[in-house]
């Protein structure tokens, strides 16, 4: 699929986790999210980035929920399993109460919590694992292309380095070289710098080469000065809002629009004095349009349950538990996300298509050559 697919994918899926904060459905979208890597997956090495996601989320919901034992605060449920002893800490540590009467309440919020974290992991595991990161990068704006180089570099050190030391390990127990102790260790640290170094040379080398870092026009310094303003507005209105609460939205709402006006007018203007060439350009297919529609209707379901009926979207275990209900319309807007791993056909190249159509139209001229000559 596309690479802005797969981002919007990616924002379907968080918007309905967060919107949806219900065990039953993040266990579904965990279900569906499986499903979706399972059918795109691929040999790539940062396909196995997916099972270091699901086991850190994992760690984190087993972590929830032993805080949830651990500590007490707030509303505790009517349900007591056992009781512990109880210590309180001083004000300036928080005040936290360690220990004191575990409640099925508390637990089950703490498994409720710690299983939204772990589906977002897994959201943003399948997304990493599936999605090329070169062309994702390539989606970023002119002006930040300081940052992207950057960040393509970081995400391509991590597989690389692994590569690298699977050689050089490979290639010294090759020469029978065993590694034990710490000197023995050298063998690999020498090679691994060494190699390090003549890739960071050949790398400035090909920037150098290609004329990195040149643009067309020096940028105007009123740019520069309007696009930190536009961010500034916009710490600000996120600030202020996170601060003052929901009374300063309309105020804050202003300030924020400002901010992105502005911000979005100097990155534009920036970008002008950045050239860019591209090599191989994505295509957009047909099952591209159709995952966004269905994908757009998924999300307008989740957000018209989430303003009429709040409540079949939350699960809150106290004061007593009680279990957890399903709704099946947003049950069925949940696994929409599945639609990314439907067997799409894939389209056939240009050239193919009219190799095929002009095969089709010399044997229609043939048919009808036989036919008049019968």
């Known amino acids: 699929m596309h690479t802005r697919t797969w981002l919007y994918w990616l924002v379907a899926a968080t918007t309905m986790t967060i919107l949806a904060p219900h065990p039953l459905y993040h266990v579904l979208t965990m279900l569906v999210v499986t499903y979706v890597f399972v059918a795109h997956r691929d040999d790539r090495p940062l396909a196995r980035s997916f099972s270091l996601f699901a086991r850190a989320g994992a760690i984190i ?42 409640t099925v309440e508390a637990l089950a919020w703490g498994a409720t919590r710690g299983l939204g974290l772990w589906t977002l992991l897994l959201i943003f595991g399948a997304f990493n694992a599936l999605v090329d990161h070169h062309r994702l990068l390539r989606l970023t704006p002119r002006s930040l292309f300081h940052a992207g180089l950057a960040v393509t ?35 690999l640290l020498g090679p691994l710098l060494a190699g390090s170094l003549e890739r960071a040379l050949q790398l400035a080398e090909a920037l150098e080469a290609r004329g990195y870092g040149h643009t067309l026009v020096s940028p105007s310094p009123g740019r520069t000065l309007a696009l930190i303003m536009g961010l500034s507005s916009l710490a600000a209105a996120l600030i202020g809002w996170l601060w003052a609460g929901p009374s300063t939205l309309p105020v804050m709402g202003v300030l924020g629009t400002f901010g992105l006006l502005l911000t979005s007018w100097a990155a534009r203007q920036l970008s002008q004095s950045v050239p860019r060439t591209t090599y191989r350009r994505e295509r957009w297919h047909r099952h591209d349009t159709i995952v966004c529609i269905v994908l757009s209707g998924a999300l307008a379901i989740i957000a018209l349950a989430r303003l009429l009926e709040p409540a079949s979207l939350v699960y809150y275990p106290f004061p007593v538990i009680s279990a957890p209900t399903f709704d099946l319309h947003i049950g069925a807007a949940i696994a929409a996300l599945a639609i990314p791993a439907l067997p799409f056909r894939k389209p056939l190249p240009r050239r193919a298509r009219r190799i095929i159509a002009d095969r089709r139209a010399e044997r229609r001229r043939t048919e009808q050559q036989g036919a008049f000559a019968d």
């Open 153 to 187: 570099i970081a995400i391509a050190f991590a597989p690389g380095l692994v590569r690298t030391i699977q050689d050089i390990t490979a290639t010294q127990r090759a020469r029978g070289h065993r590694f034990g102790g710490i000197r023995s260790w050298w063998a």
């Open 61 to 102: 919901w087993v972590g929830y929920i032993i805080f949830a034992i651990v500590t007490v605060g707030g509303p505790r449920g009517a349900t007591a399993l056992i009781t512990l002893p109880a210590f309180q800490l001083p004000v300036w540590l928080g005040g936290i109460v360690l220990g004191g009467p575990i």
